[in-house]
């Protein structure tokens, strides 16, 4: 079965709605489940959580018409996420009513990769444009360490049989961490080199979740990019990064990778990003304390004139930066401590979203 055709005909245009700081939402990020089957130290450290009702968790029909709405003012990209997103059952049957949709350019999927190889190719016929695997390690012990879990083997599997399915290139996040797992850097650059993948390392955020974050522990980006250098040579960067996430490098041999310096260079003047939680609120930021709740509207019976009016509303009104504010605390502790996440469980890193 090959996957369905893109469009080659331009979306129908939205009416792009802009927030107090002129950015435009363009990407949003849906969280279809909280839970996971990884346990990773900078994610969900705690051995107990409160999750959500599973009667709160939005069907894909209600994930479908909040997407619609949300296309209406301009988005025009989703990522599937979590939780770890390959837990929803049938998830394929998602992608495939999102990637149908003719405002979105793009459906995308971040995922541990734990389930990847019973599901890369479904994926892949019902229209999913572009996988991101999160992998910390690529030696056994460190991987249990990281994630309490036993599942390297696994995760290395899910990434060949996505690429086997026709996913290229997959990118590869890691979170260095200090005194944790950067003594693999080169390691994993020359595994994401090897398998045509585009390695990108991410900067630990002290996010909802992260409660045992501290800045003694963040590897940042200009160290990343010593250490790069040390060993590769210098790596030259790539122009072009309008509001993505990540700067891009290249290195004397070609290879491509990416550092996402969310928490000592944020880029929170070119975001375009939103987050809507597996039980329908929506978050205008990754630190916002405060969402919105969609799916009791929804569930109530608002129109979609109505949906309509209260997305719009809540862009208009959005004024977050979150990383950029964090970056000026005097003393920088996690967003959140665990009596604040277990009496909010939005806040959490794995129900928000990532
Ligand atoms: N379970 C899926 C996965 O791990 O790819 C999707 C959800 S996970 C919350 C999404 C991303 O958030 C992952 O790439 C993960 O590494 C990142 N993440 C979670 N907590 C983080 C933290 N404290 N700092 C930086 N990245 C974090
Ligand atoms: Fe790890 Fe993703 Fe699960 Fe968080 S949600 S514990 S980052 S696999
Ligand atoms: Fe966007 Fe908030 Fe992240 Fe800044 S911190 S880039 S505003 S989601």
């Not at 245009?13 to 969280?31: F, K, P, Q």
């Not at 072009?240 to 996430?245: F, L, M, N, W």
């Not at 949906?307 to 959140?336: F, H, I, K």
Request: charged share 30%; with cysteine; net charge neutral.
């Amino acid at each position: 079965m090959h996957p369905p055709t893109p469009p080659t005909s331009t979306p129908p245009t939205a009416r792009v709605v802009a927030d107090r700081h002129g950015r435009a939402l363009r990407n949003l990020r849906i969280s279809v489940t909280d839970r996971c089957n990884l346990r990773c130290g900078y994610c969900m450290p705690e051995e107990e959580y409160v999750w959500l009702p599973k009667s709160r968790v939005l069907t894909f029909e209600e994930i479908e018409r909040l997407v619609s709405a949300f296309t209406e003012i301009g988005v025009d990209r989703v990522r599937l996420t979590g939780g770890e997103p390959l837990l929803r059952r049938d998830l394929h049957k998602l992608v495939a009513r999102l990637a149908r949709h003719p405002r979105l350019r793009e459906v995308a999927l971040t995922t541990n990769a734990l389930l990847l190889t019973e599901q890369a190719p479904e994926l892949r016929a019902a229209g999913l444009s572009r996988i991101t695997v999160s992998l910390d390690s690529l030696d056994p012990n460190r991987f249990h360490d990281m994630t309490r879990r036993n599942e390297l083997g696994r995760a290395l599997a899910g990434v060949e049989a996505a690429s086997r399915a026709g996913f290229a290139p997959i990118k590869i996040n890691t979170v260095l961490m200090a005194g944790v797992n950067d003594k693999e850097l080169d390691a994993l650059l020359d595994f994401a080199r090897s398998g045509g993948h585009e390695l990108r390392f991410i900067e630990y955020m002290d996010v909802g979740g992260a409660t045992r974050w501290s800045p003694d522990v963040v590897v940042d980006r200009d160290e990343i990019l010593a250490r790069v250098a040390a060993r590769h040579g210098t790596p030259r960067p790539l122009a072009g990064r309008g509001s993505a996430p990540a700067d891009r490098y290249t290195l004397p041999d070609g290879t491509v990778f990416g550092v996402i310096a969310s928490t000592t260079a944020p880029f929170c003047g070119a975001c375009d990003r939103a987050r809507l939680t597996a039980d329908g609120h929506f978050y205008a930021c990754l630190y916002a304390k405060k969402g919105f709740d969609l799916a009791t509207a929804l569930r109530e019976g608002a129109t979609d004139a109505e949906l309509l009016e209260v997305l719009r509303g809540n862009w208009r009104a959005r004024s977050d930066r979150g990383a950029e504010e964090r970056l000026g605390l005097a003393d920088r502790t996690p967003l959140a401590g665990r009596a604040e996440l277990a009496d909010d469980p939005r806040l959490e890193m794995h129900t928000r979203g990532g």
